[in-house]
Protein backbone atom coordinates (compact mmCIF):
# COMPACT_ATOMS: atom_id res chain seq x y z
CA UNK A 1 0.00 0.00 0.00
CA UNK A 2 1.52 3.28 -1.13
CA UNK A 3 -0.09 5.56 1.43
CA UNK A 4 -4.05 7.09 1.68
CA UNK A 5 -3.24 10.83 0.60
CA UNK A 6 -4.78 13.40 3.23
CA UNK A 7 -4.82 17.09 3.06
CA UNK A 8 -5.24 19.38 6.19
CA UNK A 9 -6.27 22.46 6.08
CA UNK A 10 -6.03 25.64 8.86
CA UNK A 11 -4.03 27.87 10.60
CA UNK A 12 -1.58 26.67 13.54
CA UNK A 13 -3.96 26.29 16.74
CA UNK A 14 -4.26 24.42 18.97
CA UNK A 15 -7.73 22.67 18.00
CA UNK A 16 -5.32 22.30 14.61
CA UNK A 17 -1.90 20.51 16.51
CA UNK A 18 -4.96 17.92 18.62
CA UNK A 19 -6.44 16.89 14.76
CA UNK A 20 -3.33 16.34 13.27
CA UNK A 21 -1.57 14.82 16.26
CA UNK A 22 -4.52 12.52 16.38
CA UNK A 23 -4.36 12.14 12.88
CA UNK A 24 -1.28 10.75 12.75
CA UNK A 25 -1.38 8.63 16.31
CA UNK A 26 -4.35 6.82 14.89
CA UNK A 27 -2.59 5.73 11.88
CA UNK A 28 0.01 4.64 13.33
CA UNK A 29 -1.89 2.83 15.92
CA UNK A 30 -3.34 0.87 13.24
CA UNK A 31 -0.28 0.32 10.71
CA UNK A 32 -1.97 2.46 8.02
CA UNK A 33 0.50 4.68 5.50
CA UNK A 34 -0.78 8.12 5.34
CA UNK A 35 0.45 10.98 2.98
CA UNK A 36 0.31 13.92 5.19
CA UNK A 37 -0.58 18.02 3.30
CA UNK A 38 -0.57 20.80 5.37
CA UNK A 39 -2.24 23.68 3.65
CA UNK A 40 -2.45 26.95 5.54
CA UNK A 41 -2.60 29.31 2.52
CA UNK A 42 -6.49 31.62 2.85
CA UNK A 43 -6.79 31.23 -1.08
CA UNK A 44 -6.32 27.46 -0.80
CA UNK A 45 -9.16 27.66 1.53
CA UNK A 46 -11.37 29.83 -0.82
CA UNK A 47 -10.53 27.97 -3.85
CA UNK A 48 -11.73 25.12 -2.38
CA UNK A 49 -14.71 26.42 -0.72
CA UNK A 50 -14.21 25.87 2.33
CA UNK A 51 -16.83 27.24 5.25
CA UNK A 52 -14.70 26.47 8.12
CA UNK A 53 -11.56 25.25 9.34
CA UNK A 54 -9.94 23.05 10.43
CA UNK A 55 -11.16 21.04 7.61
CA UNK A 56 -9.75 17.65 6.05
CA UNK A 57 -9.20 16.35 2.58
CA UNK A 58 -9.05 12.21 1.90
CA UNK A 59 -8.30 11.40 -1.57
CA UNK A 60 -10.76 13.79 -3.41
CA UNK A 61 -13.19 14.31 -0.71
CA UNK A 62 -13.09 16.93 1.38
CA UNK A 63 -15.07 16.53 4.59
CA UNK A 64 -16.22 19.51 6.93
CA UNK A 65 -16.83 19.53 10.47
CA UNK A 66 -19.68 20.86 10.70
CA UNK A 67 -21.24 20.64 13.88
CA UNK A 68 -19.19 17.84 15.07
CA UNK A 69 -17.29 18.46 18.09
CA UNK A 70 -13.19 17.71 17.30
CA UNK A 71 -13.15 14.28 19.17
CA UNK A 72 -16.52 13.05 17.06
CA UNK A 73 -14.94 14.74 13.88
CA UNK A 74 -11.68 13.27 14.66
CA UNK A 75 -13.58 9.60 14.70
CA UNK A 76 -15.60 10.19 12.12
CA UNK A 77 -12.12 11.17 9.82
CA UNK A 78 -10.31 7.89 10.70
CA UNK A 79 -12.90 5.73 10.02
CA UNK A 80 -13.15 6.84 6.63
CA UNK A 81 -9.89 6.65 6.51
CA UNK A 82 -9.72 2.54 7.51
CA UNK A 83 -13.03 2.27 5.09
CA UNK A 84 -10.33 3.24 2.44
CA UNK A 85 -7.64 1.33 3.78
CA UNK A 86 -9.80 -1.84 3.36
CA UNK A 87 -10.28 -1.80 -0.35
CA UNK A 88 -6.29 -0.50 -0.64
CA UNK A 89 -5.07 -2.81 1.67
CA UNK A 90 -6.33 -5.99 0.45
CA UNK A 91 -5.40 -8.26 3.65
CA UNK A 92 -8.77 -9.87 4.53
CA UNK A 93 -8.45 -11.29 7.78
CA UNK A 94 -11.13 -14.56 7.50
CA UNK A 95 -12.27 -16.08 11.41
CA UNK A 96 -14.72 -18.87 11.64
CA UNK A 97 -16.60 -19.67 14.73
CA UNK A 98 -18.75 -22.98 15.27
CA UNK A 99 -19.75 -20.33 18.31
CA UNK A 100 -17.83 -23.14 20.83
CA UNK A 101 -15.70 -21.84 23.76
CA UNK A 102 -12.96 -22.45 21.98
CA UNK A 103 -13.99 -20.65 18.43
CA UNK A 104 -15.51 -17.41 20.79
CA UNK A 105 -11.71 -17.38 22.47
CA UNK A 106 -10.50 -17.01 19.10
CA UNK A 107 -12.97 -14.51 18.25
CA UNK A 108 -11.63 -12.40 21.32
CA UNK A 109 -7.77 -13.25 20.37
CA UNK A 110 -8.22 -11.44 16.79
CA UNK A 111 -10.02 -8.24 18.33
CA UNK A 112 -6.41 -7.57 20.35
CA UNK A 113 -4.73 -8.19 17.40
CA UNK A 114 -7.05 -6.82 14.82
CA UNK A 115 -5.59 -3.05 15.16
CA UNK A 116 -1.91 -4.73 14.29
CA UNK A 117 -2.35 -6.79 10.94
CA UNK A 118 -4.16 -3.85 9.82
CA UNK A 119 -7.01 -5.73 7.76
CA UNK A 120 -10.65 -6.14 6.53
CA UNK A 121 -12.57 -8.74 9.23
CA UNK A 122 -14.81 -11.08 8.17
CA UNK A 123 -16.70 -13.60 10.86
CA UNK A 124 -17.82 -16.49 8.56
CA UNK A 125 -20.12 -19.64 10.43
CA UNK A 126 -20.63 -22.51 8.16
CA UNK A 127 -23.92 -24.48 8.90
CA UNK A 128 -23.89 -28.00 7.70
CA UNK A 129 -26.72 -29.18 5.64
CA UNK A 130 -28.93 -32.32 7.40
CA UNK A 131 -28.79 -35.81 5.72
CA UNK A 132 -31.91 -37.06 5.73
CA UNK A 133 -31.32 -40.94 5.29
CA UNK A 134 -34.19 -42.22 4.27
CA UNK A 135 -34.43 -40.56 0.95
CA UNK A 136 -30.33 -39.93 0.81
CA UNK A 137 -31.06 -35.96 0.71
CA UNK A 138 -28.88 -33.54 2.07
CA UNK A 139 -31.66 -30.38 3.68
CA UNK A 140 -30.89 -27.19 4.33
CA UNK A 141 -32.67 -26.01 7.18
CA UNK A 142 -33.29 -22.43 6.27
CA UNK A 143 -34.84 -21.25 9.71
CA UNK A 144 -32.30 -22.66 11.45
CA UNK A 145 -30.13 -20.68 8.74
CA UNK A 146 -31.50 -17.10 9.78
CA UNK A 147 -30.96 -18.14 13.68
CA UNK A 148 -27.27 -18.64 13.21
CA UNK A 149 -26.74 -15.64 11.36
CA UNK A 150 -28.43 -13.92 14.46
CA UNK A 151 -26.59 -15.68 16.79
CA UNK A 152 -23.25 -14.70 14.80
CA UNK A 153 -24.90 -11.06 14.82
CA UNK A 154 -24.94 -10.84 18.61
CA UNK A 155 -21.93 -13.15 19.54
CA UNK A 156 -19.65 -10.47 18.13
CA UNK A 157 -21.15 -7.30 19.19
CA UNK A 158 -21.40 -8.60 22.64
CA UNK A 159 -17.76 -9.59 22.45
CA UNK A 160 -16.55 -6.33 20.45
CA UNK A 161 -18.56 -3.99 22.82
CA UNK A 162 -16.06 -5.74 25.72
CA UNK A 163 -13.02 -4.92 23.44
CA UNK A 164 -10.52 -1.98 23.71
CA UNK A 165 -12.25 0.42 21.26
CA UNK A 166 -10.51 2.88 18.41
CA UNK A 167 -11.34 5.13 16.09
CA UNK A 168 -9.81 3.19 13.11
CA UNK A 169 -11.95 -0.17 14.04
CA UNK A 170 -14.11 -0.91 11.03
CA UNK A 171 -16.94 -2.82 11.21
CA UNK A 172 -16.85 -6.17 10.48
CA UNK A 173 -18.36 -7.98 7.73
CA UNK A 174 -20.37 -11.35 9.28
CA UNK A 175 -21.04 -14.14 6.70
CA UNK A 176 -22.72 -17.34 7.15
CA UNK A 177 -22.65 -20.39 4.43
CA UNK A 178 -24.40 -23.65 3.88
CA UNK A 179 -21.47 -26.38 3.74
CA UNK A 180 -18.85 -28.55 4.95
CA UNK A 181 -16.84 -26.09 7.25
CA UNK A 182 -13.08 -26.85 5.94
CA UNK A 183 -14.66 -26.52 2.18
CA UNK A 184 -16.40 -23.11 3.15
CA UNK A 185 -13.67 -21.44 4.65
CA UNK A 186 -11.27 -22.58 2.03
CA UNK A 187 -13.46 -21.03 -0.44
CA UNK A 188 -14.22 -18.32 1.23
CA UNK A 189 -10.25 -17.50 1.89
CA UNK A 190 -10.02 -18.12 -1.96
CA UNK A 191 -12.31 -15.26 -3.10
CA UNK A 192 -9.82 -12.98 -1.46
CA UNK A 193 -6.99 -11.12 -2.84
CA UNK A 194 -4.58 -10.88 0.56
CA UNK A 195 -6.44 -13.32 2.81
CA UNK A 196 -5.29 -14.73 6.52
CA UNK A 197 -7.30 -17.12 8.60
CA UNK A 198 -7.36 -16.84 11.94
CA UNK A 199 -9.18 -20.11 13.40
CA UNK A 200 -9.60 -21.84 17.30
CA UNK A 201 -8.31 -25.25 17.32
CA UNK A 202 -10.27 -27.29 19.65
CA UNK A 203 -6.97 -28.22 22.49
CA UNK A 204 -8.61 -31.65 23.38
CA UNK A 205 -5.60 -33.80 24.62
CA UNK A 206 -1.73 -34.04 23.45
CA UNK A 207 -2.03 -35.22 19.89
CA UNK A 208 -1.63 -32.77 16.93
CA UNK A 209 -4.99 -33.66 15.13
CA UNK A 210 -7.13 -33.63 18.59
CA UNK A 211 -5.18 -30.69 19.85
CA UNK A 212 -6.11 -28.58 16.63
CA UNK A 213 -9.24 -30.58 15.17
CA UNK A 214 -9.90 -32.14 12.32
CA UNK A 215 -11.09 -28.99 10.41
CA UNK A 216 -8.31 -26.46 11.39
CA UNK A 217 -5.83 -29.32 10.62
CA UNK A 218 -7.89 -29.72 7.07
CA UNK A 219 -7.59 -26.03 6.64
CA UNK A 220 -4.25 -25.71 7.54
CA UNK A 221 -3.59 -28.38 4.86
CA UNK A 222 -5.49 -26.83 2.29
CA UNK A 223 -5.36 -23.30 2.60
CA UNK A 224 -3.25 -21.16 0.18
CA UNK A 225 -2.71 -18.23 2.78
CA UNK A 226 -1.45 -18.15 6.63
CA UNK A 227 -3.36 -19.61 8.92
CA UNK A 228 -3.05 -18.42 12.42
CA UNK A 229 -4.49 -21.10 14.99
CA UNK A 230 -5.70 -20.33 18.80
CA UNK A 231 -5.63 -23.20 20.90
CA UNK A 232 -8.92 -22.84 23.09
CA UNK A 233 -6.73 -22.21 26.34
CA UNK A 234 -4.30 -19.79 24.55
CA UNK A 235 -4.63 -15.89 26.55
CA UNK A 236 -3.78 -12.92 24.68
CA UNK A 237 -0.07 -11.57 25.58
CA UNK A 238 1.37 -9.19 23.31
CA UNK A 239 3.54 -10.69 20.41
CA UNK A 240 6.44 -9.38 21.52
CA UNK A 241 8.48 -12.59 20.49
CA UNK A 242 8.26 -14.96 17.69
CA UNK A 243 10.01 -18.27 16.69
CA UNK A 244 10.07 -19.58 13.33
CA UNK A 245 10.79 -23.60 13.26
CA UNK A 246 13.32 -23.54 10.52
CA UNK A 247 14.11 -26.85 8.47
CA UNK A 248 14.35 -26.59 4.92
CA UNK A 249 16.62 -23.60 3.97
CA UNK A 250 14.90 -23.05 0.21
CA UNK A 251 11.80 -23.65 1.14
CA UNK A 252 11.77 -21.34 4.09
CA UNK A 253 13.77 -18.61 2.23
CA UNK A 254 10.09 -18.46 -0.15
CA UNK A 255 8.24 -17.74 3.20
CA UNK A 256 10.78 -14.65 4.37
CA UNK A 257 8.02 -12.00 3.52
CA UNK A 258 4.97 -13.49 4.79
CA UNK A 259 6.94 -14.14 8.20
CA UNK A 260 8.05 -10.37 8.38
CA UNK A 261 4.75 -9.17 7.61
CA UNK A 262 3.65 -10.91 10.35
CA UNK A 263 6.35 -9.80 12.64
CA UNK A 264 6.33 -6.22 11.07
CA UNK A 265 2.78 -5.62 12.76
CA UNK A 266 3.62 -6.33 16.00
CA UNK A 267 7.26 -4.91 15.74
CA UNK A 268 8.47 -8.42 17.46
CA UNK A 269 11.39 -10.10 17.72
CA UNK A 270 12.26 -12.76 15.42
CA UNK A 271 13.83 -16.06 16.98
CA UNK A 272 14.89 -18.35 13.96
CA UNK A 273 14.93 -21.97 15.65
CA UNK A 274 16.30 -25.17 13.85
CA UNK A 275 16.46 -28.23 16.00
CA UNK A 276 19.68 -29.88 14.50
CA UNK A 277 19.45 -33.72 13.75
CA UNK A 278 21.61 -36.81 13.02
CA UNK A 279 23.48 -35.90 9.51
CA UNK A 280 22.37 -32.38 9.76
CA UNK A 281 24.28 -30.43 7.01
CA UNK A 282 21.47 -27.45 7.59
CA UNK A 283 23.36 -24.22 6.50
CA UNK A 284 20.93 -21.16 7.72
CA UNK A 285 22.62 -17.83 5.48
CA UNK A 286 20.14 -17.75 2.60
CA UNK A 287 17.51 -17.87 4.81
CA UNK A 288 18.80 -15.02 7.07
CA UNK A 289 19.99 -13.12 4.31
CA UNK A 290 16.52 -12.96 2.96
CA UNK A 291 15.06 -11.74 6.12
CA UNK A 292 17.78 -9.12 7.06
CA UNK A 293 17.07 -7.88 3.36
CA UNK A 294 13.22 -7.49 4.97
CA UNK A 295 13.60 -6.67 8.57
CA UNK A 296 16.25 -5.02 11.05
CA UNK A 297 19.07 -7.29 11.77
CA UNK A 298 19.37 -6.67 15.37
CA UNK A 299 15.58 -8.15 15.85
CA UNK A 300 16.32 -11.65 14.15
CA UNK A 301 18.14 -13.98 16.34
CA UNK A 302 19.23 -17.40 15.18
CA UNK A 303 19.54 -20.63 17.35
CA UNK A 304 20.30 -24.12 17.04
CA UNK A 305 19.28 -27.05 19.30
CA UNK A 306 20.72 -30.17 19.51
CA UNK A 307 17.73 -33.23 20.05
CA UNK A 308 15.94 -35.84 18.83
CA UNK A 309 12.48 -35.25 19.61
CA UNK A 310 11.83 -32.16 17.82
CA UNK A 311 8.55 -31.56 19.29
CA UNK A 312 10.08 -31.23 22.95
CA UNK A 313 12.86 -29.27 21.76
CA UNK A 314 10.17 -26.45 19.99
CA UNK A 315 8.56 -26.81 23.33
CA UNK A 316 11.32 -26.55 25.86
CA UNK A 317 12.73 -23.03 23.75
CA UNK A 318 9.37 -21.87 23.94
CA UNK A 319 9.61 -21.85 27.57
CA UNK A 320 12.85 -20.82 28.10
CA UNK A 321 12.63 -18.06 25.67
CA UNK A 322 9.13 -16.74 26.88
CA UNK A 323 7.84 -17.45 23.16
CA UNK A 324 4.63 -15.49 22.64
CA UNK A 325 3.72 -17.21 18.52
CA UNK A 326 5.43 -20.43 16.87
CA UNK A 327 6.00 -20.26 12.90
CA UNK A 328 6.71 -22.58 10.73
CA UNK A 329 5.77 -23.60 6.58
CA UNK A 330 4.17 -26.31 5.66
CA UNK A 331 5.82 -28.46 3.13
CA UNK A 332 5.26 -31.96 2.04
CA UNK A 333 7.21 -34.00 4.31
CA UNK A 334 7.67 -31.04 6.44
CA UNK A 335 8.25 -30.17 9.81
CA UNK A 336 4.68 -29.19 10.24
CA UNK A 337 3.28 -33.08 8.40
CA UNK A 338 5.92 -34.36 10.61
CA UNK A 339 4.16 -33.11 13.93
CA UNK A 340 1.34 -34.09 12.30
CA UNK A 341 2.28 -37.90 12.13
CA UNK A 342 1.24 -40.52 14.75
CA UNK A 343 4.46 -41.45 15.84
CA UNK A 344 5.67 -37.73 16.87
CA UNK A 345 2.51 -36.69 18.17
CA UNK A 346 2.40 -39.82 21.03
CA UNK A 347 5.41 -38.54 22.60
CA UNK A 348 4.78 -34.41 22.48
CA UNK A 349 2.24 -32.58 20.61
CA UNK A 350 2.94 -28.36 20.23
CA UNK A 351 2.64 -26.50 22.90
CA UNK A 352 -1.17 -25.98 23.72
CA UNK A 353 -1.00 -22.91 25.32
CA UNK A 354 0.42 -20.96 22.43
CA UNK A 355 -0.79 -19.69 19.02
CA UNK A 356 0.86 -21.39 15.50
CA UNK A 357 1.03 -19.60 12.51
CA UNK A 358 1.31 -21.61 9.51
CA UNK A 359 2.61 -20.13 6.34
CA UNK A 360 2.30 -21.36 2.84
CA UNK A 361 4.87 -21.00 -0.39
CA UNK A 362 2.74 -18.98 -2.63
Not at 39 to 52: A, G, H, Y
Not at 157 to 166: N, P, Q, R, Y
Request: glycine share 4%; proline share 3%; net charge negative.
Amino acid sequence: MSGINITLFGKNSSVYEHLKSGLLKNADKSGLQINLTEVSDTDEFIRNNLKQIPAIQIEEQIIERKELGIEMYLQDISKRILEIAKHTNTRDIIVPTDFSSASLNAITYVQRIIEKLSGHLTYLHVAEPVLVPTIDVLFVDHELLRDKSEQLKQIVADISSTAAETALVAKPELETRIGLPADEIVALSLEKADPFIVMATTGEMGYMKKLFGSVSISVTKRAKCPVLLIPDKAIYKEIERIVFCSDNVAFDSGLASQLVKFAQAFESDLHILHVLGKNSDYNPSAFLQALGRLYPEDKIHYHEVVGSKKAESINSFCVNQDIDVIAMGKKKAGLFHELLSRSLTKRMAINSILPLLILHDS
